[in-house]
T-cell receptor, first 115, second 111 residues
Framework: GAGVSQSPSNKVTEKGKDVELRCDPI?????LYWYRQSLGQGLEFLIY????????KSGLPSDRFSAERTGGSVSTLTIQRTQQEDSAVYLC?????????????FGEGSRLTVL | AQRVTQPEKLLSVFKGAPVELKCNYS??????LFWYVQYSRQRLQLLLR??SRESIKGFTADLNKGETSFHLKKPFAQEEDSAMYYC?????????????FGRGTQLTVWP
C-alpha cells in the first residue's frame, strides 16, 4: 500500500482481555515506531524497531505491553490484561532510515477503548 | 533528558490574524526540531523541519538556541490552518532515531 496501515481502526474490549494491534509499514522502511495518543497527553513514545530488533523499548508503560516485528515488516503491539487507562489511540509510524531525518510516516491509528 | 514543552493546549485566532504556536525544548546535545500537524480526520504528518529552513503553507519556524525555542509562526492565519500541532525533537547524533513530541496545541481559526 501507499501508506502505513493499521488494524483494527477501532477496538472495544472489556477490562482484563488481551488485545493485538497490527501495523503494516511502508514497504522498504526499516524503522518502525509505536506511539500512544491520549487526550491531553500528547504523543507518548512506546517502542522503536530497527529491522526486527527493538533497540529502544523504554516507553512501554508496563510488562503488560509487548511488541514484535517479523520479516522487517509487520509489527504487532500486544496489550495483556487491558486496563481502562490503556484506552487511547495507538499510532504506528515508519521511516526509511535509522538516523532520524525527522519524517515519520504515520498510520491512521487504532482507537482502543477498554470498558 | 529530552523535553519538549508546548505551553498552550488551545489557541484561537481570527482569520487573517497572526498566529504563533510556542515550543520550547530542553536538550544538551545537537537537537533537530520539527513541527507535525494533524488535521481533523487525517493522519499526523510532517509540516516542517528546522534544518530545511522552509516555509510550508505560510508557516515558518526559527530555531533559537539561546532561548531553546522553536516557535511556529504564520502572519495571516486561515480557517484551514485549524488543526492540532505538535512540536518534536530528535537527537541528530543518536542512532535510535526516536522523536520526542510535545503535548500539542489545538489551533482554531475563526472566520
Amino acid at each position: 500500500g501507499a501508506g502505513v496501515s493499521q488494524s483494527p481502526s477501532n477496538k472495544v474490549t472489556e477490562k482484563g482481555k488481551d488485545v493485538e494491534l497490527r501495523c503494516d509499514p511502508i514497504s522498504g522502511h526499516t524503522a518502525l515506531y509505536w506511539y500512544r495518543q491520549s487526550l491531553g497527553q500528547g504523543l507518548e513514545f512506546l517502542i522503536y524497531f530497527q529491522g526486527n530488533s527493538a533497540p529502544d523499548k523504554s516507553g512501554l508503560p508496563s510488562d503488560r505491553f509487548s511488541a514484535e516485528r517479523t520479516g522487517g515488516s509487520v509489527s504487532t503491539l500486544t496489550i495483556q490484561r487491558t486496563q481502562q487507562e490503556d484506552s487511547a489511540v495507538y499510532l504506528c509510524a515508519s521511516s526509511f532510515r535509522r538516523t532520524n531525518t525527522g519524517e515519520l510516516f504515520f498510520g491512521e491509528g487504532s482507537r482502543l477503548t477498554v470498558l | 533528558a529530552q523535553r519538549v514543552t508546548q505551553p498552550e493546549k488551545l489557541l484561537s485566532v481570527f482569520k487573517g490574524a497572526p498566529v504563533e504556536l510556542k515550543c520550547n525544548y530542553s536538550y544538551s546535545g545537537s537537537p533537530e526540531l520539527f513541527w507535525y500537524v494533524q488535521y481533523s480526520r487525517q493522519r499526523l504528518q510532517l509540516l516542517l523541519r528546522h534544518i530545511s529552513r522552509e516555509s510550508i503553507k505560510g508557516f515558518t519556524a526559527d530555531l533559537n538556541k539561546g532561548e531553546t525555542s522553536f516557535h511556529l509562526k504564520k502572519p495571516f492565519a486561515q480557517e484551514e490552518d485549524s488543526a492540532m500541532y505538535y512540536c518534536a525533537l530528535s537527537d541528530r547524533g543518536s542512532t535510535l532515531g526516536r522523536l520526542y513530541f510535545g503535548r500539542g496545541t489545538q489551533l482554531t481559526v475563526w472566520p
